[in-house]
């Protein structure tokens, strides 16, 4: 989630409702499909506490251009799927609203964002896995790729709503916003990097987590500690 | 050095608020601080002129501190919110059409200058955003944790309820385990003040953090399995409904907003 989040009442009321439903529409979707497929446990508890995970990384200071913070959407993708990778994007959004990052009344454009940022980040990862791309660089790539259709989303979704309460033409809106989209395209090259180090990381020690092992082999956690 | 940041509420802090004190807003139904939440996120859209936005944006500062917060800290926060106002709104306000403010400044692209409507639009956006950002941590800081755990079960359906339960409470094992991490690299030496250099230990500290987060959740499984888990994280709480005049400010608040921007901003005759 290396995308700078919209502020509350950024967007006029239809714009809130569109997204807002267009949001509910992808969420309700997702849900449909995990609850036909019968959702199991362990599937539960990794989006819990990898959304857990996602949201504790984001207290994290990495000091570039002086101090970004990182949720790992593009990770969290590659390691719980889409369909999982979306509901961890939504409960995060919500957690982050009721701290005042992000913005409540946008949690449907939020969502659709980051959503978007773990399914191109997931189908990425196994389409250059299955090409023999070696970890690092596939993930790195999948998470970049991920990450910048995320910047392209909200770039797209301001430029559509326009600014409540700008007499600025959609033109002009464009240039504004593609300053925003290109740092965001910045900033996810870092994470992207940084995702691909940490799946190589997590490969190492635990291959079946990026489907490079059967996980039914891995018999003992590997007992991180400090 | 690069610590948990002081500029993203911890939410350990926010919930000893909720648990510790014991202020007016403590004291009011959960219910109805999600409804002025709602009316609030209504009003700062609809909301057409500076002067109300401002007005509401005090009303809300000064609910905070009746709330008993520090505003100390307020400021803080408001670091991320004011950057994502600033990525928007700055550029906006140099490109609003209107009357320049103090002339203009040659560029090798044109003349550059802030108008005095880019300026009116970037108070319009920091008040909207800062309102309901003041508001939802007020919300959040008194507010217990089994209330908020109860509203969670209740507002979201299955199975995003279960996962945002699970998140809510390993949220604050998770900001440990980080923690312990960075102070167990620190203490061994480690450097966090340059990131490019120290990639490695920064995917490292994350990645371990990540696979903390999913060893812990193979072993939730387990002890979730061993208690016959059916898909239902059973709730002990419980939330009641607000008292009458709590509603009628709820109701009060939507009948404002909605008869505001009907009248005033959509023009609809009375």
Redesign the interface.
């Known amino acids: 989630m290396a995308h700078?989040?919209?502020?509350?009442?950024?967007?006029?009321?239809w714009a809130?409702v569109l997204w807002t439903l267009l949001g509910v529409g992808l969420?309700s979707a997702v849900?449909y499909r995990?609850?036909k497929g019968g959702?199991k446990?362990?599937q539960?508890?990794?989006?819990?506490?990898?959304?857990?995970?996602s949201?504790?990384?984001?207290?994290?200071?990495?000091?570039?251009w002086g101090?970004i913070?990182m949720n790992?959407t593009g990770?969290v993708g590659i390691?719980a799927g889409p369909l999982l990778g979306a509901?961890?994007a939504?409960?995060?959004n919500?957690?982050s609203?009721?701290?005042?990052?992000g913005?409540?009344?946008l949690l449907g454009a939020n969502t659709l964002v980051n959503a978007s940022e773990a399914i191109v980040a997931y189908y990425a990862f196994k389409t250059l896995m299955g090409m023999d791309w070696d970890v690092f660089p596939a993930s790195a790539s999948a998470a970049t790729l991920g990450l910048s259709a995320g910047a392209f989303l909200m770039g797209a979704i301001?430029v559509i709503s326009g600014?409540?309460?700008?007499?600025?033409p959609r033109g002009?809106?464009t240039?504004?916003?593609a300053?925003?989209v290109g740092?965001n395209l910045g900033v996810a090259v870092?994470e992207g990097?940084?995702t691909g180090?940490?799946?190589?990381?997590?490969a190492s020690?635990?291959p079946d987590?990026v489907g490079l092992a059967d996980r039914d082999t891995q018999e003992e956690?590997?007992?991180?500690?400090? | 050095m690069t610590t948990l940041s002081n500029h993203v509420p911890d939410p350990r802090l926010i919930t000893a608020f909720a648990e510790r004190r014991d202020g007016p807003l403590h004291r009011v139904n959960p219910w109805t601080k999600v409804g002025v939440v709602g009316a609030l996120v209504l009003a700062v859209t609809v909301f057409d002129r500076l002067a109300l936005l401002a007005g509401l944006y005090g009303a809300v500062l000064v609910v905070y501190g009746l709330a008993g917060l520090p505003y100390r800290r307020l400021a803080g926060w408001y670091t991320l919110p004011m950057l994502f106002i600033v990525s928007v709104a700055g550029p906006l306000a140099f490109l609003e059409p209107g009357t320049p403010i103090g002339g203009a400044l040659p560029t090798p692209l044109g003349e550059l200058s802030v108008t005095w409507a880019g300026l009116v639009l970037f108070a319009e956006l920091s008040c909207r955003s800062l309102t309901v950002v003041t508001f939802a941590l007020t919300a959040s800081m008194t507010t217990k944790y089994t209330d908020v755990a109860y509203m969670l079960g209740r507002l979201l359906p299955r199975p995003i309820d279960q996962i945002a339960l699970l998140t809510y409470r390993f949220t604050f094992v998770m900001i440990e385990t980080l923690e312990d991490l960075v102070k167990a690299a620190l203490s061994r030496g480690a450097n966090f003040s340059e990131f490019w250099s120290n990639k490695r230990l920064y995917a490292r500290i994350l990645g371990m953090t990540m696979l903390s987060a999913i060893e812990q959740s193979e072993r939730l499984v387990k002890s979730m399995e061993a208690r016959g888990y059916n898909g239902d994280i059973t709730l002990y709480g419980d939330v009641s409904r607000p008292p009458i005049h709590e509603l009628f400010v709820v109701i009060g608040s939507y009948v404002a907003v909605v008869g505001y921007a009907a009248v005033a901003v959509y023009g609809v005759g009375l």
């Open positions: 700078i989040h919209l502020g509350e009442g950024s967007f006029p009321l809130l969420i849900v995990v609850r959702i446990t362990h539960i508890a990794l989006a819990g506490i990898g959304a857990a995970a949201f504790a990384i984001f207290q994290l200071n990495i000091p570039v101090g913070h790992l990770l390691l509901l961890i939504l409960v995060v919500i957690f609203a009721a701290l005042g990052h913005a409540v009344g301001i600014v409540n309460g700008s007499a600025l002009d809106l240039i504004a916003v300053g925003l740092l870092i990097i940084l180090f940490i799946v190589q990381f997590l020690v635990r987590l956690p590997t007992g991180v500690t400090a």
